[in-house]
Nanobody
Framework: QVQFVESGGGLVQPGGSLRLSCTASGIIFSAYGMGWYRQAPGKQRERVAHIYDSALINYVDSVKGRFTISRDNAKNAVYLQMNSLKPEDTAVYYC????????WGQGTQVTVSS
C-alpha cells in the first residue's frame, strides 16, 4: 500500500523558514518524480514543486527563489526547504508522486503569521 508521511510544519513569522520532510513507502521511490503540494483553506490543492532528479526540478512561480525541493532516494524521502515565508504560504502541505497517487498522507500544517 502506498503511503506518504509528511512532517516539519509549524507556526512561523513572515520571513521565517521551515524544512518539510516526507517519506514514502509502497512504491519504487527512485522511479518516480515527486512533488510537494499545498491546499489553503477554501482553495484547490496545487503543486508547488516537483523533482525527478537534480536536473529536473520545477516550481510554481509564487515560490520560485524561496523554496527548494530535494530528494534522497536511499531514504525514500523528499524535502522542501522554505525560506522567506509569506502569509499566503499558509496551507496544509502534502507530498505525492508527480502524477498524484490516490493515497494522500495527512499533510503537515504550515502557518505563517505574526
Amino acid at each position: 500500500q502506498v503511503q506518504f508521511v509528511e512532517s516539519g510544519g509549524g507556526l512561523v513569522q513572515p520571513g521565517g523558514s521551515l524544512r518539510l520532510s516526507c517519506t514514502a513507502s509502497g512504491i519504487i521511490f527512485s522511479a518516480y518524480g515527486m512533488g510537494w503540494y499545498r491546499q489553503a483553506p477554501g482553495k484547490q490543492r496545487e503543486r508547488v514543486a516537483h523533482i525527478y532528479d537534480s536536473a529536473l526540478i520545477n516550481y510554481v512561480d509564487s515560490v520560485k527563489g524561496r523554496f527548494t525541493i530535494s530528494r534522497d532516494n536511499a531514504k525514500n524521502a523528499v524535502y522542501l526547504q522554505m525560506n522567506s515565508l509569506k502569509p499566503e504560504d499558509t496551507a496544509v502541505y502534502y507530498c505525492n508522486t508527480f502524477s498524484p497517487n490516490s493515497n494522500w498522507g495527512q499533510g503537515t500544517q504550515v502557518t505563517v503569521s505574526s
